[in-house]
């Protein structure tokens, strides 16, 4: 199960990123943190951006609701999402125990 910590503006937890990826899609876990599958290559931020819509997508936010931690430069990167801490952490733990794609 993915670790979640409350914010002042919503919640925070890691993501373990898959650049290049065959199947895009977020679900299931990698320790504690969620799976993030995305289809763009790691350069010139280009993965960091599709997880950022990937998130916002999935978690019903708008996509300034989300953003990366900036020293974040490998695959494990932590997440700050703005929005309804309890809502979050709901739809946080279904896509982590789903393991499907959203």
């Not at 997440?79 to 789903?98: C, F, T, Y």
């Amino acid at each position: 199960m993915i670790e979640i910590s409350p914010t002042a503006s919503g919640v925070a937890f890691f993501i373990h990123v898959t650049p290049r990826a065959r199947r895009p899609g977020l679900g299931g876990c990698q320790a504690d943190a969620l799976r993030v599958r995305v289809g763009a290559p790691p350069a010139d931020g280009a993965a960091n951006a599709a997880c950022v819509n990937a998130l916002a997508k999935a978690l019903g936010v708008r996509r300034s609701a989300v953003t990366l931690d900036p020293g974040s430069r490998f695959r494990r990167k932590r997440v700050h999402v703005d929005g309804d801490p309890e809502r979050l952490e709901s739809q946080l733990a279904r896509l982590a125990s789903s393991g499907a794609s959203a």
